[in-house]
């Protein structure tokens, strides 16, 4: 496992789920971990699981959806820990399941401002941190979807999508500035996603239901590889990849020796000729 000492680390949706799974990866890792999350429940028992493993642990309850929080929160960091060097952007809600036109419209709306107005809130509020000391990493968390259609899951695959060309964007704008910008797809993984998915029968599919299923029987991809990946990603030995999408199952390793171009992990859309 690479070693992240003295390193800080802000993880939204940090209290369940894939991003409770990399907090808990990144404090074995050695670094600080500032878990966000609205629930303090949640957050209380990730932060003393943390702990009872001997790592360190700040709890910041705060709604991605609002900046006023999320700037509250991030002062709140730079009070306790000083810095910050890393930002995952895990904080995410399916949505609403099923048609297009069966899918609540408010029910949209509110995938769209937790999924991407959420990320931009956050790094939007990072940002200041990591340019006053001219580096920082910031990995955003892709899903099915982000670079392929989705049926029955049109406003989860949209925001998705859109929060991948910001993280194109953000990496041309910050490439000067030595910060990363790139997008982590975790795969398949058991969490209440997938019982959300389940719940809804027909309505997703029968390829949906057979997947979730699936992945409810074996836990899906395990918790070592999206570990792995983030920890490269958050480290100096990835300072030359930015504005990729990765995803856990992609022969990324051959990245750290530059013995593939990055370019390959690169959404691209058909040119015109």
């Known amino acids: 496992m690479r070693n992240l000492k003295g390193k800080v680390a ?17 404090a ?8 966000l999350a609205r ?9 003393l699981e943390i702990e009872h493993a001997g790592g360190a642990a700040l709890r910041l309850r705060a709604d991605v959806r609002d900046y006023e929080q999320l700037a509250a929160a991030v002062d709140r960091l730079k009070q306790h820990f000083g810095r910050l060097d890393v930002l995952v952007c895990s904080a995410a809600i399916q949505g609403p399941l099923g048609p297009f036109l069966e899918c ?34 910031i990995i955003l968390l892709g899903g099915r979807g ?42 398949g993984a058991y969490t209440h996603m997938t019982d959300e998915i389940l719940s809804a029968g027909e309505k997703v599919g029968r390829k949906e239901q057979e997947k979730a299923l699936q992945i409810r029987l074996t836990g899906g991809i395990v ?32 990245l750290q020796t530059n013995s593939v171009s990055p370019e390959v992990y690169t959404v691209r859309r058909i040119q015109k000729t």
Request: net charge positive.
């Open 10 to 26: 802000l993880i939204t949706g940090g209290g369940r789920g894939i991003g409770k799974r990399l907090a808990l990866g990144f």
């Open 28 to 35: 074995a890792a050695e670094a600080k971990v500032a878990l």
């Open 39 to 47: 629930s303090k429940a949640e957050l209380d028992l990730a932060n």
């Open 104 to 137: 609540s419209p408010q029910a949209w709306i509110d995938t769209i401002n937790t999924n991407l107005i959420g990320v931009m809130n956050t790094i939007r509020a990072s940002l200041p941190l990591m340019q006053a000391k001219r580096s920082g990493k």
């Open 146 to 187: 982000t670079a392929d259609p989705r049926p029955w899951f049109s406003a989860y695959a949209a925001s998705k999508a859109a929060v991948n060309r910001l993280s194109e964007t953000l990496a041309e704008e910050l490439r000067d500035l030595n910060i990363q910008v790139n997008v982590m797809s975790p795969g």
């Open 223 to 254: 918790s070592a590889k999206q570990i792995e990946l983030a920890l490269f990603l958050a480290s100096e030995d990835s300072n030359h990849i930015s504005g990729k999408l990765i995803h856990v199952n992609d022969d990324w390793k051959r």
